[in-house]
């Protein structure tokens, strides 16, 4: 019997639960590439073509109409973000051909630029909002560096706010932002709680 072996035929329960739990930790926390799925190449060779394009780019502004905590709605996206690994994936090329880089869990959350218009006059604020909107919508994604989603929270009152969320297509469709709602929605009061 090897030495490693025997080491860890010794080893108590607790021990060997102990030490799954580190490598698993340990695995989790490395960055890994997998091949691009045939959507994701096809996303990828039209952003060669027509690169800062922001073509692809799926975009969603969402009212709120209640008093939001910009640090729970952080700590909901980097759940989210943590829980789906193509949140954090970047898209790199391997003998040519474009392959994802899923990238760990980051330990720092997903930024969350908040856009306080409460100094606005009241009857301007929506259209400030549109503008950022609308600007966020048109900012284009780097494949490469990522990250290929973004958040914003807009204040326009005590109670009323507007989150803005953009992602590329490549790493998000209707559906996707959909259950991204689902769970944002079951998230932030479990969080604020």
């Given at each position: 019997?090897?030495?490693?072996?025997?080491?860890?035929?010794?080893?108590?329960?607790e021990?060997?639960?102990?030490?799954?739990?580190?490598?698993?930790?340990?695995?989790?926390?490395?960055?890994?590439?997998?091949?691009?799925?045939?959507?994701?190449?096809r996303?990828?060779?039209?952003?060669?073509?027509?690169?800062?394009?922001?073509?692809?780019?799926l975009?969603?502004?969402v009212?709120?109409?209640f008093?939001?905590?910009?640090?729970v709605?952080?700590?909901?996206?980097?759940e989210?973000?943590?829980?789906?690994?193509?949140?954090?994936?970047?898209?790199?090329v391997?003998?040519g051909?474009?392959?994802?880089?899923?990238?760990?869990p980051?330990?720092?959350?997903?930024?969350?630029?908040l856009?306080?218009?409460?100094a606005?006059?009241?009857?301007?604020?929506s259209?400030?909002a549109?503008?950022l909107?609308?600007?966020?919508?048109?900012r284009?994604?780097?494949l490469?560096?990522g990250?290929l989603?973004?958040a914003?929270?807009v204040?326009?009152?005590?109670?009323?706010?507007?989150?803005l969320?953009?992602?590329?297509?490549?790493?998000?469709?209707?559906w996707s932002?959909?259950?991204?709602?689902?769970?944002?929605?079951a998230?932030?009061?479990?969080?604020?709680a």
């Open positions: 019997m090897s030495d490693a072996v025997q080491r860890l035929a010794e080893l108590s329960p021990e060997k639960r102990l030490l799954l739990a580190r490598l698993l930790r340990e695995k989790a926390a490395r960055v890994r590439t997998e091949p691009a799925s045939f959507g994701q190449q996303l990828w060779f039209m952003d060669q073509l027509v690169p800062g394009s922001a073509f692809y780019t975009a969603a502004a009212p709120l109409h008093a939001v905590d910009p640090a709605l952080q700590q909901c996206l980097s989210i973000v943590r829980r789906h690994e193509v949140l954090r994936t970047t898209f790199s391997h003998d051909q474009p392959v994802q880089v899923i990238h760990p980051a330990p720092l959350p997903l930024p969350l630029p856009h306080d218009l409460r606005l006059p009241a009857s301007a604020r259209a400030a549109a503008q909107a609308a600007a966020e919508a048109q284009p994604f780097d490469r560096t990250p989603l973004r914003h929270l204040r326009l009152d005590e109670t009323e706010y507007v989150f969320l953009t992602a590329h297509h490549i790493v998000a469709d209707g932002l959909q259950l991204f709602g689902r769970e944002l929605g998230l932030y009061p479990a969080f604020a």
